[in-house]
C-alpha cells in the first residue's frame, strides 16, 4: 500500500511516499480503507523532526498522520460490535482504560497514552489498524473530508468549552487551523468579542471571514502589546487562547490576560519547555489551564453537532482537498507558505 513515512538516511530525517505492507490487526483492532485525511500540526513536527519528536519516535520507517476517515477492511477476532464496510473515523488518544486516570474520565490525559501516528503508525496510508476501543462511528450525512476534521475540531470544541467563553472578550494567539478552529467555536458559542494575534495574511483574512471581531498581524502590528496593556487594570482579554507553544506567545498571553482571568495553554512548544514570567502568573491571579486532546466522547458528540449545524461556519476552515498523491504540496502548503487552512488529502 501506499503511504507516507519518515526514516532515516544515514542519520538524516527523510519524509516520503513509499510503498509499505498493509498493517496486520491484532485480536482487538479493525482494518480500515482510508478514505480522507487532514494534515495536522503534529504531522508538521513530525515531518521536521523537531527535537521533540526526535525523542518520540522510536520506529522507522513511521508512517504518520492521526486526522481521517474510512470504512472497515476487516475485524481482528474478537470483535463484535463492528462490520466490515462501517464508516469511521477515531480517537487519537489510545487510552489504557485501566489507571485511575482513566477510571476518573480523564482517558485524554491517560499517562499510559500511545498516540495514533506518533507512538504507533498512522493513517496517511491506503490501510490503518485502530485499537476498537478508540473506534467512533461516522454520520453518514458527513463527507470522508468533513468527517477528518472532527478530531481537530473536537480539540477546539474541548478548549473553548472549558474556557466559558459566553460574553467574554477573549484573544487567539496563533492563526494555524487550530486556532481557526477555536475561532469559529468561539463564535458559535457567543464570545462577546474575538481579536486573533496572527502572522498570515491568509489565514487572517480565513479568521476575518468566520466572525472574528478584530485580526492582527504582527508583521504589521509590533505595537499590539502596548495598545492592551495598561487598560482594565493591566490586562485586556478575560480569556487568552494560546495556540503557538511559542516563547513569545506566551508571554504575550500572560502580559495581556486580565487579573483574575484565564489562559488556555493549548500550543506546544518544538522543544519540550520555554521560559515565562513565573511571577506574573501568581501576582495577576491568572489561571491556566492545559489543553490536551478531547474528551473521550462527550467532546466528539459536540464536535459532530457543531458539523451538522454549522457546517458553512467551519467549511471557510478547510481550504485545500488535495490527491492523495500531491501530499508534498499539503506539506509545503502548512509549514512553507502557510497560505492555507485546514488541508485535507482525499484518496
Ligand atoms: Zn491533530
Ligand atoms: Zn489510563
Not at 544515514?10 to 494534515?39: H, T, Y
Not at 488535495?322 to 502548512?334: A, I, K, S, T, V
Amino acid at each position: 500500500m501506499k503511504a507516507i513515512v519518515l526514516d532515516l538516511k544515514e542519520g538524516n530525517p527523510i519524509v516520503e511516499m513509499r510503498d509499505m505492507p498493509v498493517p496486520k490487526i491484532a485480536p482487538d483492532e479493525v482494518l480500515i480503507k482510508v478514505a480522507a485525511v487532514s494534515i495536522c500540526g503534529t504531522d508538521c513536527s513530525i515531518y521536521k523532526y523537531t527535537p521533540a519528536m526526535q525523542k518520540r519516535i522510536k520506529k522507522f520507517p513511521h508512517i504518520l498522520g492521526h486526522e481521517f476517515a474510512g470504512y472497515i477492511k476487516a475485524i481482528g477476532r474478537n470483535i463484535v460490535k463492528w462490520k466490515i464496510g462501517d464508516y469511521v473515523s477515531a480517537e487519537t488518544h489510545i487510552y489504557c482504560g485501566k489507571c485511575p486516570t482513566c477510571e476518573r474520565e480523564d482517558k485524554n490525559l491517560c499517562p499510559n497514552l500511545k498516540l495514533l501516528g506518533v507512538d504507533r503508525d498512522g493513517c496517511f496510508a491506503e490501510y490503518i489498524a485502530v485499537p476498537e476501543k478508540v473506534l467512533i462511528r461516522n454520520d453518514i450525512s458527513l463527507p470522508p473530508y468533513l468527517a477528518s476534521i472532527q478530531e481537530p475540531l473536537g480539540n477546539a470544541v474541548y478548549c473553548v468549552n472549558k474556557a466559558e467563553v459566553r460574553h467574554k472578550d477573549i484573544l487567539i494567539i496563533g492563526d494555524g487551523p487550530a486556532a481557526l478552529f477555536t475561532a469559529v467555536v468561539a463564535v458559535i458559542s457567543k464570545a462577546k468579542s474575538i481579536t486573533m494575534l496572527g502572522y498570515n495574511d491568509y489565514r487572517l483574512q480565513i479568521a476575518e471571514k468566520i466572525g472574528v471581531s478584530s485580526i492582527n498581524c504582527v508583521k504589521k502590528r509590533v505595537d499590539f502589546m502596548d495598545e492592551f496593556i495598561g487598560k482594565k487594570d493591566g490586562g485586556w482579554f478575560d480569556v487568552v487562547f494560546e495556540m503557538t507553544g511559542s516563547e513569545s506567545g506566551i508571554n504575550t498571553a500572560i502580559n495581556v490576560c486580565r487579573p483574575g482571568g484565564k489562559i488556555m495553554v493549548f500550543g506546544l512548544s518544538e522543544n519540550n519547555s520555554v521560559f515565562v514570567p513565573y511571577n506574573k502568573i501568581a501576582l495577576k491571579g491568572i489561571m491556566a489551564q492545559g489543553i490536551y486532546g478531547r474528551n473521550i466522547w462527550k467532546t466528539w458528540e459536540i464536535a459532530v453537532f457543531f458539523l451538522n449545524h454549522y457546517r458553512n461556519s467551519v467549511e471557510p476552515i478547510i481550504t485545500h482537498k488535495l490527491p492523495f498523491n500531491e501530499w508534498q504540496r499539503g506539506f509545503d502548503l502548512m509549514i512553507k507558505s502557510r497560505d492555507c487552512g485546514k488541508v485535507v488529502l482525499l484518496m
